[in-house]
């Protein structure tokens, strides 16, 4: 396969040659680039072949990880024209590895190029198992710009792995040879027909082609200049505002010359090249389910501006796949139910500019639409696995035993596609192959068994003894069951080889050896031996010679035949469908004439099925595909003057059997089921040696089968089948002529089981009527499922069991009812399922049905063994279980008084009773009492529940001392403690001037406290406020005096100034910057703005107030101002505006906020 960087290698030689200047200019280039540089290594160039040392360094996004040395031959850097096809290619060594490699193609940091696998990325693989070496290729159809970048591929096998980067950079299409000075020169004015030098030279063209060979020398340089460097880092380079900033990014990105990229970032800085066109260009990359709509959008500077959509460089045009809208300044293509023919690149063409991106279409989980079926074959016979899929080209995984299937696998495996269809292809099957084969796709899977037998070679007809006259022809003929087996010809143990009399010929299952023009040497034991098989066919050749004698000229007519018995009758055997022909000598003088007579019918026809021929002395009677109506006594006579004689000769037509009648199932389990039928109405003449039967899943065309040695009974077990997988079988009859036709399919069958018994069968509760039973679910339930189950009684002594149930119970557990009081029961449970009854659990011991008394007792739970506390206007309700039978007498009293029904609700059970209080109210604290009583045995329990709510204010506030900075504070505790103990208080003061009230002391336990630190010429007021388990009091106690702070004396005389004026508009300290985040990360806009008095803020995007926005988080921290932006995506891009307003004014800060998708 060519190298696709050598071809650009020869263009460029080819360039040199023509323009010696050019080539010139390209040799100072080089000579400057092997000057030493600080902190600069060398680069590969994209139009020479790589060196054989490895690249300096590794292009952005390549995971660090130790290289094991595996590439023999690693991928070249490419220069290609857009619109050609490139194939890149790299050779991995295949002795390091201990099997076949994961080889995975990436193009920049994570896109991962095996989900674009279509008609423009092709990935092919192949092994060379002489050298052990590993080939991989990458072919991109119709390259187009935004296959420009840097890609690499890894290698993985275990604990191996290996990685190389390598570069395709995309060049505009050469419309002609620019190199070419003679080609610019063209005249014009000569008209068609006349001869060439006619006409003007061109200058003006020629001047025009080489100002475009300049341009393109220089953007070439400017390329040259980038330093290796895809251009979306240099993007992210331009927004960065820190220092620190650019280390990290060189670091990330792998560049090592940063001094170099400073230098290079300094003088792109100078200049800050802004769209003219696009506002918000293409997002890099977009991605859509199969069969979902996908819009891409920009947005334009001028609404009049005319645009076009390209994809992979041809305009599209709007129709029902493509939709092209028009809001405002934004331009949408709207692609409507994407396919994989839409994985493309796209272009949006403004003027000169355009913007790139990609759509990834990620195709729908594949199910498994056919599945596998049964196979069963012999040794060395081909075998197909064959499976559907919903979706063409999927990508399938085959194995066998759970163990993953693939071509280097000896060899022995081939994988066929054929659009849905997935075949797995055995060539020669062997005894190893026999297993469980799946196959598994991104959404389903399908399984099937394969099983091989060893061959059996079956002896459909025999060779028969010969006798043969001189110079007549001998033909040895037999027939097997295998149209392959091979095998030689022995005449009394020494091999028979061809010659001018002597043919051997195979054709299907028919082996023959023909012996022209017999000789007496002829005459011997001749056999037939098959290859690869402990069998042999005999037969014996008879010499016939011939003597002459005197015959009279008149003799009875005689007929020559082998009769056995007294009687002159032979029986011959023919199979149906088989051609009969009785040769029978005859003699007399003169010439007898035969007649064939079946009973009084007599055949004179010398053509058709049934026919009569003569020869000299024989008469033969033949009988063209025989059937079972020709079955009889044959009789031929001969007749001349002399006299005349009679034979009779018995015909019986022997036949393949009638299918099997009645074939059906009996029982069927987990994994088996019985096949019963009944034997052929006619055997076709011969007993019937045995049954063959098959099976097949339903909705398959393939049978497999069950036995190869013929089966005698009429029932028949079929085992190894699926549960919950239905089933059909059928039955042939077998006969020593053949196998009959095939039984009627039984019906549908599915196997399946019943379940095993219910676990832990427990009785629960007994009365005098009912029985309380509770169980677990089988061990064992299978494909069939419970359908529910029936729970049986009988008394003891007797072996009737009595339904308890007459539907069944799904859940486990059943209470039976109407049960004979005092009887002695034993009780089981069955589970029951579409396959039936399962083993039932029983008790060992009866059941006696009698109520047993039980002691009434309380079980108060922890919680109401102390005061249950409420706060007023909350729910009271209060569960206590009891114990006791039968049923006891449940009785509440509240402080030794029935309670009111009105006020508080009771409600009672067999188990518990429950207390409940809508709203409490404190007139419902008390001590309740609850009795449970059955017959003279009481059990009770007494519940002290207390309502409470917040405490009255502290009474009777007094300010009672005042000394130098401190009064002492006195009070009275409050008149209402809302039924709880007081735990605190807290005191707040006031200035007296402005009434602002701050706190002093929390939880203070006493009744009074000194404040301290008061302000000297200030008067004080105090407030108290009491506090419990609910919380402080709503209103406070005010005091009803003020504690005043004396002066000392001294005197403050103040200065006469002017304020000054603070005051000031609104001003941005540090602007808003434009900024390039990557979507999916939280990011911030910050600013700083300085005003008096303080300046109100609104944030704005795309001029519309986002204050309400839950996106988006404002802060303020002393004028810097922050907006947080969580998780953004390409639709939060656009102009971020920043708005400050007081009373004197406003000011406004933009910046231009991008988000691009993760690579």
Known sequence: MPEPAKPAAKKKEVKKKEDPKAAKKEEKKEEKKEEPKEEKKEEPKADAPPPAEPAPAEPQGEPSSQSDGLFIKKPEHVLIEAGKDVTISFQVDGKQLPGKPTVKWFKGKWLELGIKSGQRFQFKDSFDKEKNIYSYELKIGKVVVGDRGDYRCEVKAKDKFDSCPFNIDVEAPRTDESGNVLEAFKRTGGEAGKDEVAGELDFSGLLKKREGQEEEKKKKKDDDDDMGIPPEIW??????????????????????????????????????????????????????????????????????????????????????????????????????????????????????????????????????????????????????????????????????????????????????????????????????????????????????????????????????????????????????????????????????????????????????????????????DYTFVPDGYAISLSAKLNFLEIKIEYVPKQEPPKIHLDCSGKEQENTIVVVAGNKLRFDVPITGEPAPVATWMKGDVVFTDTEGRVRVEERNELSSFVIESAERSDEGSYTIKVTNPVGEDSATLRVKVVDVPDPPEAAHITKVGEDWAILMWEPPKYDGGMPVTGYLMERKKKGSMRWMKLNFEVYTDTTYESTKMIEGVLYEMRVFAVNAIGVSQPSQNTKPFMPIAPTSEPLHLTLEDVTDTTATLKWRAPDRIGAGGIDGYLIEYCKEGTDEWIPANTELVE????????????????????????????????????????????????????????????????????????????????????????????????????????????????????????????????????????????????????????????????????????????????????????????????????????????????????????????????????????????????????????????????????????????????????????????????????????????????????????????????????????????ELGEAISECKLEVKAPQ
């Open 811 to 1142: 859940r486990c557990g059943f209470t039976a009812k109407d049960l004979p009081t005092g009887e002695k029961l034993f009780f089981r449970v069955v589970a029951v399922n579409i396959a039936g009854r399962s083993p039932p659990a029983t008790f060992a011991q009866p059941v006696t049905i009698r109520e047993i008394v039980q002691q009434p007792k309380i079980r108060l739970p922890r919680h109401l063994r102390q005061t249950y506390i409420r706060r007023v206007g909350e729910q009271v309700n209060l569960v206590i279980p009891f114990q006791g039978k039968p049923r006891p007498l449940v009785t509440w009293t509240k402080d030794g008084k029935p309670l009111d029904p009105k006020e508080v609700a009771i409600r009672t059970s067999d188990m518990d009773t429950i207390l409940f209080i809508r709203s409490a109210a404190r007139t419902h604290s008390g001590h309740y009492e609850l009795s449970v009583q059955i017959e003279n045995m009481v059990d009770k329990a007494v519940i002290k529940i207390r309502i409470v709510e917040k405490p009255g204010p502290a009474h009777n506030v007094m300010v009672k001392e005042v000394w130098g900075f401190n009064a002492l504070v006195e009070w009275e505790p409050p008149k209402d403690d809302g039924n709880s103990e007081i735990t605190g208080y807290s005191i707040q003061k006031a200035d007296k001037k402005t009434m602002e009230w701050f706190t002093v002391y929390e939880h203070n336990r006493l009744t009074r406290c000194t404040v301290s630190d008061l302000i000297m010429g200030n008067e004080y007021y105090f407030r108290v406020f009491s506090e419990n388990i609910c919380g402080l009091s709503e209103n406070p106690g005010l005091s009803k005096n003020t504690a005043y702070i004396q002066k000392t004396g001294i005197i403050c005389k103040q200065m006469n100034y002017k304020e000054h004026d603070f005051r000031m508009a609104p001003v941005f300290m540090t602007p808003l910057v434009d900024r390039t985040v990557v979507a999916g990360y939280t990011t911030g806009l910050n600013c700083a703005v300085r005003g008096h008095p303080k300046p109100k803020v609104i944030w704005m995007k795309n001029k519309m107030d986002i204050s309400g926005d839950p996106k988006f988080l404002q802060k303020n921290s002393q004028g810097v101002l922050t907006l947080n932006i969580r998780k953004p995506s390409p639709f939060d891009s656009g102009t971020y505006c920043c708005k400050a307003v007081n």
């Open 235 to 524: 993007e992210m380079l331009k927004g960065v505002t820190k220092k620190s900033e650019y280390e990290r990014i060189a670091f990330q990105y792998g560049v090592t010359d940063l001094r170099g990229m400073l230098k290079r970032l300094k003088k792109a800085k100078v200049e800050v090249k802004k769209s003219a066109a696009f506002m918000t260009k293409l997002d890099p990359a977009y991605q859509v389910d199969k069969g979902h709509k996908i819009k891409m959008w920009v947005e334009l500077s001028d609404p009049d501006l005319q645009i076009k959509w390209m994809k992979n460089g041809q305009v599209i045009k709007p129709s029902g796949k493509y939709i092209f809208e028009n809001v405002g300044k934004k331009r949408i293509l709207t692609i409507t139910k994407a396919s994989l023919a839409d994985d493309a690149a796209y272009e949006c063409v403004a003027g000169d500019e355009r913007s790139f991106t990609e759509l990834f279409v990620k195709e729908p989980p594949v199910l498994v639409s056919v599945g596998l079926d049964d196979q069963q074959v012999y040794v060395g016979d081909k075998v197909e696995m064959e499976a559907e899929v919903s979706e063409e080209g999927a990508q399938v995984i085959w194995k066998k035993d759970g163990v993953e299937l693939t071509r280097e696998d000896a060899f022995k495996y081939r994988f066929k596609k054929d659009g849905k269809k997935h075949i797995l292809i055995i060539n020669e099957a062997t005894k190893e192959d026999a297993g469980r084969y799946q196959i598994f796709t991104n959404g389903g899977t399908s399984e099937a068994d394969l099983v091989v037998e060893d061959k059996q070679l079956e002896v459909l007809q025999d060779i028969a003894d010969l006798t043969v006259k001189a110079a007549e022809q001998a033909v040895f003929k037999c027939e097997v069951s295998d149209e392959k087996v091979t095998g030689k010809w022995y005449k009394n143990g020494v091999e028979v080889r061809p010659s001018k009399r002597i043919t051997i010929s195979h054709k299907g299952r028919f082996h023959k050896l023909v012996i022209d023009d017999v000789r007496p040497e002829d005459e011997g």
